[in-house]
């Protein structure tokens, strides 16, 4: 019977806690609507800051709120003694889950012969000289085994002559000839069909990017502007090395 009763203590208490962050967790909600009536509220997560919640907003931007929804925090947040900006690594996370709404039938892959050791997307624009530049050394990135994967971001936006030629260039039959094409300076033309570049360019806005070329690794991690083919692979091996065993 004396056991019965503990059990059932146990049960009530975590009864309890579970009502208490339901509670936490509503006025949460309650307070992020009350500074931003209709923000999307996707994600209320105990943070690590004790009476702090972790929230992810707007598909992609993270926020910090007290319980009682008082306070409101932005910006990174330091683990000192493991020296790891521990908001970074959660966007890092949300980068990945954001790009597999970019499924690969819907990028320009240049890929090497054999099984790729990596696989990282390129968030570009046919008119940026740095994203010219990055796709000069296309053919020794894919001999070191790396496969580049192009997802489109006109800056000057939809609409833009930059924009028309990244729907030209989707739009081509041959699309790897038309892109590497307009990316040597030659006009791709005014090809039109059903595309995913106005998609594409709401997902970099979605994920921060704000310059071209931007790169995203497989965890999530970014690298803004041009990186070399050594550079490139020194950073893969970097994060290989780097990856708790079993896992790349």
């Known amino acids: 019977m004396h056991k019965w009763f503990q059990v059932a203590a146990i049960v009530v208490a975590g009864m309890q806690g579970a009502f208490a962050q339901d509670a936490a967790e509503g006025k949460v909600r309650a307070a992020l609507n009350d500074l931003a009536p209709g923000i999307k509220v996707n994600e209320v997560r105990k943070a690590a800051v004790e009476g702090f919640y972790e929230v992810i907003v707007q598909d992609s931007q993270i926020v910090y709120v007290s ?3 008082r306070y409101l925090l932005q910006g990174s947040l330091f683990d000192i003694p ?11 996370e949300l980068r990945v889950a954001l790009l597999a709404r970019a499924p690969s039938n819907q990028r320009i892959i240049f890929a090497p012969k054999g099984e ?3 696989k990282i997307a390129v968030f570009t624009d046919i008119d940026c000289g740095f994203c010219r530049e990055l796709h000069k050394h296309v053919e020794e990135y894919t001999e070191r085994g790396i496969q580049i994967e192009y997802l489109f971001f006109p800056r000057a936006g939809v609409g833009s002559d930059s924009h028309r030629k990244a729907v030209a260039s989707w739009c081509a039959k041959d699309k790897q000839a038309t892109l590497t094409m307009a990316k040597n300076g030659e006009d791709p033309g005014n090809a039109t069909c059903v595309n995913p570049i106005a998609d594409q360019f709401q997902l970099g806005q979605q994920m921060g990017v704000t310059g071209t070329p931007t790169l995203i690794f497989p965890d999530g991690s ?5 990186v070399t ?3 490139l692979e020194q950073r893969l091996a ?11």
């Open 67 to 69: 319980a009682d929804g």
């Open 82 to 92: 493991e020296k790891s900006d521990i908001t970074e690594a959660r966007r890092a």
């Open 116 to 118: 790729p050791k990596a």
């Open 222 to 226: 970014v690298a803004p502007g041009y």
């Open 229 to 231: 083919p050594d550079q």
């Open 238 to 248: 970097a994060m290989q090395a780097a990856a708790p065993e079993g896992k790349e």
